[in-house]
Each structure stands twice: as C-alpha cells, then as structure tokens.
C-alpha cells in the first residue's frame, strides 16, 4: 500500500512523466509561443525580452501579428518595447522567419523610458504582455534604482 502512495504522489507531482502529456508515453508537443523572462531582472535602466515563436506559426507562408507593451499595476501602458534587429515597435508586427523548421528566437529591448518621453520609469514591479495572433502571454519584471 506505501509503494502505491509514492508511486501516486510522483504520478501527481510529475516526477515521472516529466515532458509526458495526460496519457503515458506520449510527449507533449513543444509550445506555440514561450514569452521567456526578461534579463537581467531586476533591471536599471534597461532590459531584454526573449520570446520564441515555434516554426508551426509560420506554416503555409503565415506571418503571425504580434504585440509586445509594458504596462504598471494599474494596467496604464508604459511603454512598447524595440524589436532587436529591427528598431521597429512591437505594435501589429507581422514576423517571419527563416528556417520555420525550428523555433525562432525573438529578442525585444526596452530603454526603461515611459512611452514617448525621456523620463525614465519609476522603480516597481511591471508587467508585459506579447499577444501573438489574438493569445496572449504575460510575465513581470522589476525595475530597481
């Protein structure tokens, strides 16, 4: 009877089927979208913001449309972070990608400045979204002065 107690408890806490979806033996496929953690964090005065994209979003020739804000507590927008490589605001993005055979690695960069001025943001805990074709992702980072 212990035996089948730690064998549930493993079950249920996932020691066993680590990488394994509701039925035995069967892997779970790798995630659409992964919204990664930004670094570093805590941050000052800038930040990065990985996300990566499986290449099954860009099948067919798709280009997904994705987002990417920074908002406080109170939910006001802060800020729209820069697509690295490209300098263009991470608002209604359409990607692509080159090798849609394997993830792509996104990078978004974020100056620490509120959306269209110099002023720099206030220390505290901020969230970020990315919102790619309609889903969205959310993590949160702390800026520290």
Request: glycine residues 8%; proline residues 8%; charged residues 15%.
């Amino acid at each position: 009877m212990k035996l089948y107690w730690v064998v549930l408890a493993l079950l249920l806490g996932g020691g066993l089927l680590a990488g394994v979806d509701g039925v035995l033996g069967q892997a779970t496929p790798p995630p659409l979208v992964e919204l990664k953690q930004n670094y570093p964090n805590p941050f000052n005065p800038a930040t990065t913001i990985p996300f990566t994209l499986n290449g099954a979003l860009f099948a067919d020739g798709h280009r997904p449309k994705v987002s990417l804000k920074i908002y406080n507590v109170l939910a006001q927008l802060v800020a729209v972070p820069l697509l690295q490589g490209t300098g263009e605001s991470m608002t209604d993005l359409e990607l692509s990608c080159s090798n849609p055979s394997a993830p792509c690695e996104f990078w978004a960069y974020w100056d620490g400045k509120v959306l269209s001025t110099d002023r720099e943001a206030a220390s505290g805990v901020y969230i970020y979204q990315l919102i790619v074709d309609g889903k969205r992702f959310t993590k949160k980072m702390i800026i520290m002065k």
